[in-house]
């Protein structure tokens, strides 16, 4: 079946540090790909997706590309900001975001 | 934005008695919520797909006599926990889409977080 492995955290950062949380996916046929975040007391929100290979998905200077060969879909962002402390999930869906897999969250605190 | 309101927030019950969540999208309709658990350090899990109108599907391996779905509206969906038990205290999360909006991304609840004493 699908599944979604995503760096365990919590990881913590300095302000203008680089960013990147590892993920993978197992899946059969071709599946769409997100990440989500979930601010502090908020619900998870659509941060990007791609829905096939080698598409990149882009948002507020986060990128991920969608990597058919290493099974891969990593987040990154170059200078992270205070504001991008949240919890990230990466997920994907049998078709388009119908019935989403997610990853196991990925907290991120970014320090001033 | 879309909103998707979700209560509550955060309940403790006793072991035996029974929990409903509510799922309300605030300013759309949705014939589709989907409903998720998430166990400390685990994956978020898809637990069933709820319909307006009809019987929920659930995943593999979900009780539906234990984990009652019930979307009577456009606009509301209640997960009950029947008879509760201890290894059911997890953090639901439900989802929804725009009615006709294919295409439009999920909106997600804030979650509650269930503990049974």
């Known amino acids: ?112 | 934005g879309a909103v998707v309101s979700q209560h509550p927030s955060r309940v403790i019950c006793k072991s035996g008695t029974s929990v409903k969540i509510e799922c309300r999208s605030l300013d759309f309709q949705a014939t589709t919520m989907f409903w998720y658990r998430q166990f400390p350090k685990k994956s978020l899990m898809l637990m069933a797909t709820s319909n307006e109108g009809s019987k929920a599907t659930y995943e593999q391996g979900v009780e539906k006599d234990k984990f009652l779905i019930n979307h009577a509206s456009l606009t509301l969906s209640t997960l009950t926990v029947t008879s509760a038990h201890p290894e059911d205290s997890s953090f639901y999360i439900c989802s929804a889409r725009p009615a006709g909006g294919a295409n439009s991304p999920l909106h997600f609840g804030n979650g509650t977080r269930l503990t049974v004493t």
Not at chain 1, 44 to 70: C, I, W
């Open chain 1, 1 to 112: 079946g699908n599944s979604v492995t995503q760096m365990e955290g919590p990881v913590t950062l300095s302000e203008e540090a680089f960013l990147t949380i590892n993920c993978t996916y197992t899946a059969t046929g071709y599946p769409s790909l997100f990440w989500y975040v979930q601010y502090p007391g908020e619900g998870l929100q659509l941060l990007l997706k791609a829905t096939k290979a080698d598409d990149k998905g882009s948002n507020k200077g986060f990128e991920a590309t969608y990597r058919k060969e290493t099974t891969s879909f990593h987040l990154e962002k170059g200078s992270v900001q205070v504001s991008d402390s949240a919890v990230y999930f990466c997920a994907l869906g049998r078709s388009n975001d119908y019935k989403l897999s997610f990853g196991a969250g990925t907290t991120v605190t970014v320090r001033a």
